[in-house]
Each structure stands twice: as C-alpha cells, then as structure tokens.
C-alpha cells in the first residue's frame, strides 16, 4: 500500500493525496507545536489554587497514560492536591479499572467514580448506533464516543460545583488530536428530508441525554470562575517518558499483548478504529501515529508494524456480537458492516456535538 514517505498516512484515506515529493497535506503543511511553558502554567493556575483547601483542583483520569500522567504531574511537580474524577462509561476496561484503583493509591489521591447505576452510556451508543446506521459508518464513528466526552466534562464539573473547586486540569493533547485529518473530509450534503428529519431527531436524542444523564451539572451551572487547564499545551508530550514515569513511579501498566499503549482504557477502542477505516479508508490507530511520527514523537517503521498488529487482530465477528450484547438489532450492525461507506457519509461536524479528540 502506498503512504505518505514522512508520516504513515495510506493514500486510500479519504481526502489525502501525496505531492510530487511523497508528502501528504498533513505533513505538507505541519508546523510543529511548541509548548507554552511551565512558567506559564504556574502563572495561569495561580489565581485558582486555593491553598487552605483540602483539595484544590480536579484531574478526569480514564485509566490510560496520559490522563494518569496528568494527575502525576498535578501531584508531584505542581503541588497541587487534586480529586481524581473518573467518569464511568460502562466500557472500562479491566487494566484501567486496576490503574486508576493502584495509581490514585501510590499518590494518595482520592477517586471520585461518576456514572449511571442504569447503564445509561452503554444504552446511548447502542441506540445512537441503530440511529446513525442507515447512514452508514462516517456517522456512526463520528457518535461513538460522545457519551463519553461529554460524561467526562458533566462529572468534572459536577465534582469542582460540589467541593467549591474551581480548577481542572486534563489530560489530552494536540499531538494525538485527529482534527487535522477530519478538516480535509469531504462529507456528502445531506438532502432536505435528511436534514430536517435526522437533526430534529437527534436534537430530541440530545436532550434526553441532557435530562436524564447531565442534568443541571453542565453548561451554565458550571462552576463560577472555573479554569480549565490542558496540560499538555503547557508541557512537552512524549509517550515513553510518559509511559516510562508512570510505570515506574506509579505502577501503571498495559496489557502484555497490546501493540501499543495508546487508549488501552476503553473496550470500544476496536470497534471505533476497525469503523474509522470503513468510513475513511485509514484507521483511528493510523491517523494517532501518522501524528506521533510527524512530530517526531514515534518512529515511523515502529508505528507501521505496531499499526498493522492491531489491523490484523481485529475481529469483526467479536466486534458485532459485542454490538449485539449492548443491545444493537443484528439488522443495524449489518447496514454498517456491510455497506459500502464510500457512497455515503455526513461530514461529522453535520451533527451537532460531534467530535473526534478525547479528553482523557
């Protein structure tokens, strides 16, 4: 397969072409991103670290390496004393649930646990699933994952309200983003019927989720003044001291047969990275390390074997029964696993609250 001589971009990915030098867009135009500094951090959190308080910040933690080694950072180079917040999503997977319990643990940190004794995360993708089906995998992939950003921001506010806390500092980072990529996507103009008929549904599907799982814990009632930090805009990322510290200092770990460490917190991880190259030709894996490599934070040959591992070890017929024991009909499923996504596809900005980061 033919990909950008730079990153590890395939040219079946929708919207890249390579120029007369082998460069994708993406590489074409990249302009590295320079920290803003510490210094700056100390400054910018200064006004909101209450010092008399039991605690004086927030850190959302999934499980994974980045959010852990956010908190990491909050606790032993900050000085701050945080609450971690941990928003439940009901597709947690076993090595996050043992991170967050020993992590919280080794730094004397307390766990605040967020979610719905009724599964309401797990019932969202499965009706937004059979909803977004009939348009195929763009628009299913695009929703996957927003009960949980969204969770994510509600649970962090909700905990900062309750304790008088008016700072949070979270864990993603520019350098693993994918919004580049999707900005380059040409979606298909829905039709008027479409348009009328699917947004007045999902806008009623919005606010049921609204009502029923946010509640008054977002939005206006956020806390007053509250300061939202993203640490990783202030501090270099890089995976292997990321990895390297927290393992060493924290007992964090991954699973022994994971070819990476990147989203090892979630157990739709699979389904959205197997769905992304259905929709857009590349998968979610090969867009985070087409970034690691183009900022030259992975080494190229290493980020395409590690890529084609996890390729390889999908399993479509795992992925459908796990949609099905979620609830999703058989006939849904098969409108996305067997349909050809390059005669359909919203661009995923069409509905409102789509997103294609992660705040973890």
């Not at 640490?231 to 991954?254: F, M, S």
């Not at 047969?257 to 990275?273: E, F, G, H, K, Y």
């Not at 399993?315 to 005669?343: H, N, Y």
Request: some cysteine.
């Amino acid at each position: 397969m033919e990909r950008c001589r730079k990153c590890i971009m395939p040219v079946t990915a929708k919207g890249i072409t390579l120029n007369d030098e082998g460069l994708c867009q993406l590489c074409h135009e990249y302009r590295e991103y320079i920290p803003i500094g510490e210094d700056l951090l100390r400054s910018d959190i200064a006004p909101h670290v209450q010092k008399s308080k039991k605690y004086n910040c927030i850190v959302p933690v999934s499980g994974g390496r980045d959010s852990t080694y956010a908190l990491y950072y909050a606790v032993r180079h900050l000085g701050l004393k945080p609450i971690a917040v941990h928003n439940d999503n009901d597709f947690e997977t076993e090595i996050a649930t043992r991170n967050l319990d020993v992590v919280t643990s080794r730094l004397n940190v307390p766990l605040v646990r967020v979610g719905t004794k009724k599964q309401l995360a797990k019932k969202i993708v499965a009706r937004k699933f059979a909803m977004n089906a009939p348009f195929g995998a763009q628009l299913v992939v695009a929703q996957t994952c927003e009960a949980c950003e969204i969770g994510f921001e509600s649970a962090a506010y909700k905990i900062a309200r309750k304790n008088g806390i008016t700072l949070i500092i979270w864990g993603d980072s520019k350098d693993e983003s994918t919004d580049g990529y999707h900005q380059l996507v040409p979606g298909r103009v829905p039709t008027l019927f479409e348009r009328l008929f699917f947004s007045n549904i999902m806008h009623l599907f919005a606010y049921k989720y609204y009502k029923y799982c946010m509640k008054s814990d977002y939005g206006y009632n956020s806390p007053d003044g509250l300061k939202e930090i993203h640490l990783y805009d202030y501090i270099r990322w890089d995976q292997n001291v990321i990895v390297d510290t927290i393992r060493k200092h924290l007992g964090w770990d991954a699973p022994e047969d994971s070819p990476t460490t990147w989203r090892i917190d979630c157990s739709l991880v699979p389904l959205v990275n197997y769905l992304t190259e259905q929709a857009y030709g590349v998968s979610k894996i090969e867009l985070g390390f087409s970034n690691m490599v183009r900022n030259g934070k992975m080494d190229r040959d290493d980020a395409l074997q590690r890529a084609e591992r996890i390729k390889k070890n999908a399993d479509v017929e795992k992925l459908k029964s796990s949609l099905r024991e979620i609830g999703v009909a058989p006939s849904a499923i098969d409108m996305v696993f067997c349909s050809d996504d390059t005669k359909k596809g919203f661009s995923p900005g069409f509905v409102v609250g789509a997103k294609s980061g992660f705040k973890a």
